[in-house]
């Protein structure tokens, strides 16, 4: 049997398996609404406690009518989003959009494309070494015509499922020991 290492999916550029979208300008007057439909993620909301992996908690929200007067648009639910400006690239954080939202335009999104599981979307990013493809510099940065390049290996949708079931399965079992080691 193969070892996960030698597994041999067919290879493609990352914009074949997702879109990479950067996020809007989000006018300082616009923010601090929370009642309205679209949550409006900026780089911080990503260290909020409940965030680690799925963005539920969020301090902004914009209706679709300030989307549209900002020319900005809501991404789905599965959009894989990362920061893309500045010191915290090197965080390494990766997040899944929970329902229909926004970013600002210190994050960059992948959105899934047909075919391809939002949660092995997540779990390859988690792999991936953003700092590697960031300009460095004063102030780094990722391009979006650098990360459409990356190279993707693809397994059928049904290896992405089993895939994703044995990492969330791993994932529960080490929220169980680090559980018990705390008591």
């Given amino acids: ?63 679709a009518q300030t989307l549209d007067e900002l020319g900005a648009r809501a991404f789905p639910a599965g959009t894989v989003i990362f920061p893309k400006i500045g010191a915290a690239i090197a965080t390494e954080k990766k997040r ?32 991936l070494r953003l700092t590697d493809f960031a300009n460095p510099g004063h102030v780094p940065s990722i391009r979006k015509s650098v990360m459409e390049q990356i190279p993707f290996g693809l397994p059928a949708p049904s290896e992405q499922s089993r895939i994703v079931e044995i990492l969330d399965e791993a994932d529960r079992l080490r929220k169980l020991r680090r559980d018990a080691d705390a008591k």
């Fill in 96 to 127: 899944i959009l929970t329902r229909p939202a926004t970013y600002d335009n210190n994050v960059m999104g992948a959105v899934p494309k047909e075919g391809i599981n939002p949660r092995f979307l997540y779990y390859w990013f988690l792999q």
């Fill in 1 to 63: 049997e193969e070892g996960i290492g030698r597994m041999s999916w067919p290879s493609l550029p990352l914009n074949q398996v997702a879109k990479l979208e950067s996020g809007f300008g989000f006018p300082r007057e616009r923010q601090g609404d929370s009642g309205q439909q679209f949550p409006f993620f900026r780089v911080s909301d990503m260290n909020r406690d409940g965030n680690e992996v799925w963005m539920l908690n969020h301090s902004n929200t914009v209706s």
